[in-house]
């Protein structure tokens, strides 16, 4: 599932079609949000090294951690910053946001200081003159990856922001664009749009609920620990036919980076739809096979021969008929034998079959007699 994203990222917008856009959302939690960022930031700018994608180049805007840190993380990955300058750039908004310092000497070429991030109209500015300067003008095209919206959030307005993300899905040049959200630091109301703003929100979640949603608690430390080092790992794609469509997976935490897994048959169940409580909506073996056994009311469990049948509250057609047989046959035997010992006297019998047990006697009185019509 992850590479099902990193592949959408890849393939880019077609004619005519916003780009693809990507919300990695995590929480205090479940914090793995920096690490699959850096996963997908390697893999799309792989992609784009090796000619496998529309985009030609890619622009870095970083907010939370430094230019060095990204130019070492590729080294890391095995990618070769030094002859790919030319691929990409990175917009420095982590040294000097405000404008306060007066000189900051630049560790690369490939890296811009920008200064004025209270201004997302000159930020976008600063993205399309970058992109254009590493592809060109025309037609080609380039990806943004924007290491944390919340540093955005903290300097402009939700509207703003929002302005500029969709102003760049909608450019012409870009590919594809990816961004990384805490969510935990936000009304749900900031979160609700930039999620519609995406194409794609993927969430990570614990592996396991804190009980009682404290992190305090002497039982919930195992829980805490268990979560640092796994969790839950949920995408949401929109399909361009408007459907909505839910994949999920385990992600890990190794010495080696971050991995991606199958979620087990006990987490696939979920697939994350469930609203979160306090209590356990799942049911164990044992539970599933003690449910199983209950004798439920109205059942007729096959008593001397008998079918399985469930009582629906009337009488089936057939059981009224043998009834009524069986009736008959009972009158018919007892006129024979009356007839036989008093063949001088007649006698007759109303049978009666209400169509519902639950049906009232008949009565003489009237159920309206109350009321004044």
């Known amino acids: 599932m992850a ?4 592949i959408a990222l890849r393939e880019g917008a077609l004619e005519g079609e916003l780009a693809p856009a990507l919300t990695i959302k995590d929480s205090i939690a479940s914090p793995f949000g920096l690490q699959v960022f850096d996963h997908v930031l390697s893999q799309l700018f792989s992609s784009i090294l090796a000619g496998k994608s529309p985009s030609q180049g890619l622009i870095l805007v970083s907010f939370s ?4 840190f990204y130019l070492e993380l590729l080294k890391n990955k095995g990618i070769n910053v030094a002859s790919s300058d030319k691929r990409i750039h990175i917009l420095d908004c982590y040294n000097d946001p405000l404008g306060w310092k ?3 000497v630049e560790i690369s070429s490939t890296v811009t200081v920008f200064r004025e991030v209270k201004h997302m109209d000159k930020l976008f500015n600063s993205i399309i003159e970058l992109g254009r300067g590493l592809v060109g003008g025309g037609k080609i095209r380039f990806s943004i990856a924007i290491d944390s919206v919340d540093e955005m959030l903290r300097r402009a307005s939700v509207s703003s922001v929002a302005r500029l993300l969709s102003n760049l899905r909608s450019h012409e040049q870009i590919s594809s664009i990816f961004w990384l959200l805490h969510s935990d630091l936000h009304k749900a109301r900031v979160t609700a749009v930039l999620e519609y703003l995406s194409s794609m929100v993927a969430s990570l979640e614990p592996s396991h609920q804190l009980a009682n ?6 039982e919930n430390f195992a829980l805490i620990k268990h979560n640092s080092k796994k969790g839950k790992f949920h995408v ?6 408007g459907r909505v469509h839910v994949m999920s997976e385990e992600v890990h935490m190794e010495q080696s980076g971050i991995n991606f897994t199958p979620l087990t048959s006990e987490g696939a169940i979920n697939q994350g739809l469930v609203p979160k409580v306090q209590f356990n909506l799942q049911l164990s073996e044992k539970e599933r096979i003690d449910k199983a056994n209950v004798v439920l009311p109205f ?3 096959g008593d001397n021969g008998k079918p399985l049948q469930i009582y629906d509250g009337r009488r ?3 059981d009224s008929k043998h009834e009524r047989a069986v009736a008959v046959e ?4 007892k006129e024979e034998s009356e007839s036989e010992s008093e063949s001088d006297m007649q006698r007759g019998e109303i049978i009666y079959y209400r169509d519902s047990d639950d049906e009232m006697p008949d009565s003489d009185e009237d159920p309206d007699d109350d009321l004044d019509i």
């Open 65 to 68: 951690r430094s230019p060095s």
């Open 316 to 318: 089936s057609l057939v």
């Open 213 to 218: 949603g404290q992190r305090g608690d002497l």
């Open 102 to 104: 007066d000189q900051i």
């Open 3 to 6: 590479k099902s994203i990193c």
């Open 330 to 333: 009972n009158v018919q035997t």
């Open 236 to 241: 949401r794609f929109k399909k361009r036919n």
């Open 299 to 301: 059942e007729h469990q």
